[in-house]
């Protein structure tokens, strides 16, 4: 039987990363602006499910027909750009999915414009031509979520 390889600088990260994203996390330890991202994506799956436009419901919820408008447009830039479907729990789960705390990490990141952590959140996931996309939807989206 061959020798075990030493794990690399790479598969070093990745088994972190999967460690971390297999611990369950909560919303309830979430910023407000990363509990309405993980949230517009949970609803917006709904309404997709149900055959419905979840811009007004959203735009109800942050008082502003922009705001609603860009996160849509979030939701549908990572439904383009994700190498998977994006799983969510259902809105009255407390629980996270893998998706969405990584969807947390790159709101987290582009709320405090760290590109180079927003790329590292998703090197090695997502394509690399694909992180652009993905950061100008999550800016324009954290910047229009109202703060409390």
């Known amino acids: 039987m061959p020798a075990p390889q030493p794990l690399g600088e790479s598969s070093t990260r990745f088994s972190a990363l999967i460690e971390s ?8 330890g979430l ?3 990363s509990l309405h991202v993980t949230m517009a994506m949970r609803l ?11 811009v007004p ?3 109800q919820r942050y008082r502003s027909v922009e ?7 979030l939701v549908q830039t990572v439904k383009q750009v994700w190498p998977e479907p994006f799983m969510v729990n259902r809105p009255c789960c407390l629980a996270m999915t893998p998706d969405e705390v990584t969807l947390v990490a790159l ?3 582009a709320q405090a414009g760290n590109r180079a952590a927003f790329t590292d ?6 394509r690399a031509d694909r992180h652009d ?3 100008n939807a999550t800016i324009h989206a954290v910047a229009l979520i109202p703060s409390p």
């Open 133 to 135: 996309a993905l950061y």
């Open 107 to 109: 709101a987290r990141s």
């Open 57 to 59: 419901d959203l735009a």
């Open 21 to 28: 994203l297999s611990r369950p996390h909560d919303v309830r």
């Open 44 to 54: 917006c799956a709904l309404f997709d499910a149900a055959g419905r436009d979840p």
């Open 31 to 33: 910023s407000l602006k």
């Open 121 to 126: 959140a998703i090197t090695g996931f997502v």
């Open 67 to 73: 705001a609603a408008c860009a996160v849509h447009g």
